[in-house]
């Protein structure tokens, strides 16, 4: 009987949604665990793992994560087979810190695509005027063209019609 009525509370309390009310079931001595933790380390990202962890950070402006996966090997100045790097990602989003971070670990400020983009066409393009002017102090040259439309990030700017863009740039 006793077992019929512990049976019929434990119900009552899954129905009444006081569940966390009920008594715990009580555990033979001799139990072992039926969980085993996996002893074994988790395991470690190849280069190319690494690398595309890395575009992610910076496409997505996560410097703490960009950070950890340079301190775990990452290659900051990889590049695409198009000649895109990181700097260039982080350039067209308008992520600052990125930028900082990147041209900081000796990634160049004029890197050129297969079309002849460098990071600061990006900036110009998308109108990230704090990310030109932080290419700008670090050697940026806004004179460059590209090798497709024959065009520098100040003729950009002045196609987009963002005269403040130009003028950071160096129009006059």
């Known amino acids: ?40 380390p988790a395991p470690a990202m190849g280069q190319r ?31 695409t087979r198009n000649g895109e790097t990181a700097l260039h990602a982080a350039a067209a989003r308008g992520h600052i810190q990125i930028v900082q971070y990147l041209v900081q670990l000796g990634v160049s400020v004029n890197a050129r695509t297969r079309n002849g983009w460098t990071p600061l066409h990006h900036a110009a393009r998308f109108g990230h005027v704090g990310v030109a002017n932080v290419l700008l102090r670090k050697g940026a040259n806004p004179w460059i063209a590209t090798y497709d439309a024959k065009k520098s990030a100040i003729q950009m700017a002045l196609d987009r019609r963002d005269l403040r863009m130009a003028r950071v740039l160096g129009w006059r």
């Open 1 to 40: 009987m006793e077992s019929h009525s512990k049976t019929f509370l434990n119900a009552l309390f899954l129905m009444t949604g006081l569940a966390a009310l009920a008594p715990a079931p009580v555990l033979a001595v001799n139990s072992t665990p039926t969980i085993i933790a996996d002893p074994r």
């Open 49 to 79: 793992e690494l690398d595309e962890q890395l575009w992610l950070a910076c496409l997505s402006g996560n410097i703490g994560m960009l950070r950890q996966l340079v301190d775990q090997g990452a290659n900051p100045k990889v590049a």
